[in-house]
């Protein structure tokens, strides 16, 4: 047997071994029991077994019983990323309540609207947090208990364990945890989400990456978002993989951290590729245990940059949704498709189909291969629905599909690749192009740590591109230099015409950049630098 069969043979394994569960409390239990003594969870310099987090889940879902929480309540969690967290979540799923992770970096007016959405019946908050959800509540009027934690993130005691083990009436089909939306063309809403989403979900994360008990996962993405708490901790537990938490994301301490604790897999989004690319090779310690990587989207360039650079020998992309986890991926030892979501995913296991890809036109008619299409998934994964958003647009269409904002193509091997969101196309010059595209040429330029690109009116008609940008630690950006970069890097209809350098631009809560708020900028126009005018190219 080679080494790729062994892996894949060992990981298998791993999801046979707790194969039988169709909860997330269910599936816990087995893999704690398997894995006892065995640390799960490092944080600071804290580390638990898998029994240790076992024995505090259920004095937890026992606790919040004790307080009145019943079934389907949701249970709003305002922390930093911690190792309570987890705790939280599995206690919620244990006792049946609804697991709501939001935001620490919410405004007060976001956490009011999130408040109205939720109608939660408890919040366990850290204490820099109390001040603003107690003033969020109190705007409507609503009383929500508190559970307030120090800034050491340590829960406070919960008494004894519950004998039971399981609330009464808590399946596959129980609501267990409402992920907001990141909210990057307007108001959040609230993907509710099922223990058989959720597992399947972590099956599909497991598999993709390979992941074994030998494993160290590194989360460095929010554990509010989707990506981290449904691939990273649930691709965990499948696996038996240990995981090592970090508050956020620190470009300067990343291989630090992977050195110390000897991390082999790590997912994160596509800007992180690109910072950690652009630090000091001084950084890398030279002999880093880290081979995997889950990031999307990455170009060929970056993932052939990160093998290069890091030794990182599998750069694996994926594509999927808040409302829709694991919708389809690239395979672990595929090489040959970049900048590509894959294809739709069937279980590791059984085989079984798990989503379905259609590409439509504005008539919801199939588009021919190769075109430029809207993306309508269907998924074994998918939510429920948004929750107690009767404003929100049915997400659902005939047949259980789910018509997404993404646009895509695909090639007649069945892979899919993106090309924009419909808020993102600008209509320039007679063609459209996605804000996107222009971003990832602006990314490689060496001063730009962000970038951000709308359609705003032309006097001749359709719209002009403007690119707002904020310039990476250190650097000095002139609008002047970006254009010239442009004229050598993008084809003439993908130039903007106005070129703005910003201290920083306005993000989502998932650290995205948030298009929508840079058009709200005042005299954003009209500070620009007009390129057309000024002869810079």
């Known amino acids: 047997m080679t ?3 062994d892996l894949e043979e060992a990981c298998r394994a791993g999801l046979r071994s707790v194969a039988q569960a169709s909860t997330l409390t269910e599936l816990f239990s087995l893999r704690a ?52 967290q987890v705790v939280l979540l599995l206690a919620c799923a244990e006792a049946g309540l609804v697991f709501t992770p939001l935001n620490t970096a919410l405004t007060q007016p976001e956490t009011e609207a999130v408040l109205r959405v939720a109608e939660p019946s408890l919040a366990i908050v850290v204490a820099t947090q109390a001040a603003k959800l107690a003033a969020a509540a109190a705007a409507l009027d609503r009383a929500v208990p508190t559970i307030e934690i120090g800034t050491d993130l340590v829960l406070p005691s919960a008494g004894t364990a519950w004998s ?18 990141s909210g990057t063309t307007g108001t959040p809403k609230g993907a509710l989400h099922v223990n058989r989403s959720y597992v399947l979900a972590a099956q599909v994360a497991a598999y993709r990456m390979r992941l074994t008990a030998a494993d160290r996962l590194l989360v460095v993405l929010p554990l509010f978002h989707l990506n981290a708490l449904f691939y990273s901790v649930g691709g965990a537990i499948v696996s038996g993989a240990s995981l090592v938490i970090e508050e956020s994301f620190s470009a300067s301490g990343f291989w630090a951290v992977v050195d110390r604790f000897g991390i082999t897999q790590v997912n994160i989004i596509a800007a992180v590729g690109n910072i950690l690319l652009k630090r000091d090779r001084a950084e890398f310690p030279g002999n880093a245990t880290l081979r995997k990587v889950s990031a999307a989207p990455v170009t060929r360039e970056v993932a052939d940059a990160l093998h290069a650079a890091f030794g990182i020998e599998h750069v694996v992309e994926s594509y999927g949704m808040t409302e829709a986890p694991g919708i389809a991926q690239v395979d672990f030892h595929d090489r040959d498709h970049r900048a590509c979501l894959g294809r739709p995913i069937s279980h590791p296991l059984t085989g079984e189909p798990l989503s379905e890809i259609r590409l439509v036109d504005g008539g919801l008619s199939d588009v021919p291969t190769g075109e430029v299409g809207r993306v309508m998934v269907r998924a074994k994964t998918m939510m429920k629905g948004y929750f107690n958003r009767p404003d929100a ?57 962000d970038a951000g690109c709308i359609g705003v009116p032309s006097e001749l008609g359709e719209q002009d591109i403007l690119a707002a940008v904020s310039p990476r630690p250190g650097a ?55 390129v057309t005018r000024s002869g810079a190219r």
């Not at 993908?494 to 298009?515: F, S």
């Open 3 to 5: 080494a790729e069969s």
């Open 33 to 84: 029991k398997l894995s006892a003594d065995r640390p799960f969870l490092h944080f600071r310099d804290r580390v638990h077994t898998w029994a240790d987090v076992l024995s505090e889940t259920r004095r937890w879902a026992s606790h919040l019983r004790s307080l009145g929480c019943a079934s389907g309540d949701r249970i709003v969690v305002l922390l930093p990323n911690c190792d309570a």
């Open 164 to 181: 039971s083990g399981l609330a009464p009436g808590v399946d596959a089909d129980n609501p267990l945890a409402i992920m907001f939306t």
């Open 393 to 449: 647009p049915g997400p659902f269409l005939a047949g259980g599909w789910f018509l997404t904002e993404d646009l895509a193509r695909s090639d007649a091997d069945g892979f899919f690749y993106f090309f924009g969101r419909t808020s993102e196309i600008i209509r320039s010059r007679g063609e459209n192009v996605a804000a996107s595209e222009i971003e990832a040429v602006l990314l490689t330029h060496p001063g730009v740590g």
């Open 476 to 530: 000095v950006l002139a609008p002047e230099e970006l254009a010239r970069f442009c004229t050598e890097h993008l084809s003439r209809h993908k130039r903007p015409r106005y070129l703005t350098v910003l201290d920083a631009l306005p993000k989502t809560p998932t650290e995205k950049v948030a298009r929508h708020r840079i058009a709200e900028l005042p005299g954003l126009v009209a500070e620009a630098l007009d």
